[in-house]
């Protein structure tokens, strides 16, 4: 059960990526930094199945990890179904094999964080901590 002032925060990998020992080792990490509560919901999520779980599970920010080329994409579609489950406000972070020259066009449809190959942890600890916090 969330404490007052704990960030939520959702964990998943979207589409056929399976690529999860990065998410699945962040995901502890986030946990023992404290002040957080992880939700890990695992890999072959649906767009749609991850907005909603975003929505039910009202968590303050959602982190997504790719290693395949539909990263573009398929951010683009969850962010139009978190608008429309009324979520649209969640920042959503990426993580994984994100190009360089794709993140101008991810921040412009909404992503508020990208932390691809060689992010240090405290950097995505303390940007969780902050871009999620409830009181914010």
Same mark, same amino acid.
Do not use: W
């Given at each position: 059960? $969330?404490?007052?002032?704990?960030?939520?925060?959702?964990?998943?990998?979207? =589409?056929?990526?399976?690529? *999860?020992?990065?998410?699945?080792?962040?995901?502890?990490?986030?946990?023992?930094? =404290?002040? +957080?509560?992880?939700?890990?919901?695992?890999? #072959?999520? $649906?767009? @749609?199945?991850?907005?909603?779980?975003?929505? !039910?599970?009202?968590?303050?920010?959602?982190?997504?990890?790719?290693? *395949?080329?539909?990263?573009? @994409?398929?951010?683009? &579609?969850? +962010? @139009?179904?978190?608008?429309?489950?009324?979520?649209?406000?969640?920042?959503?972070?990426?993580?994984?094999?994100? #190009?360089?020259?794709?993140? %101008? !066009?991810?921040?412009?449809?909404?992503?508020?964080?990208?932390?691809?190959?060689?992010?240090?942890?405290? %950097? +995505?600890?303390?940007?969780? &901590?902050?871009? =999620?916090?409830? &009181?914010?």
């Amino acid at each position: 059960m $969330s404490r007052p002032n704990t960030v939520r925060c959702m964990l998943g990998m979207l =589409g056929t990526d399976v690529h *999860s020992k990065g998410i699945r080792t962040l995901a502890r990490l986030l946990d023992e930094a =404290g002040g +957080i509560d992880v939700d890990y919901i695992g890999e #072959h999520n $649906s767009v @749609e199945g991850m907005a909603t779980a975003v929505a !039910e599970r009202k968590a303050d920010i959602v982190g997504i990890s790719f290693s *395949s080329a539909a990263y573009v @994409e398929y951010t683009r &579609q969850l +962010i @139009e179904a978190m608008k429309a489950r009324g979520v649209g406000h969640v920042p959503v972070i990426l993580g994984g094999i994100i #190009h360089p020259d794709d993140v %101008d !066009e991810l921040k412009e449809m909404g992503v508020a964080g990208v932390f691809g190959a060689g992010s240090k942890t405290e %950097d +995505i600890i303390a940007f969780v &901590q902050n871009e =999620g916090n409830p &009181q914010r």
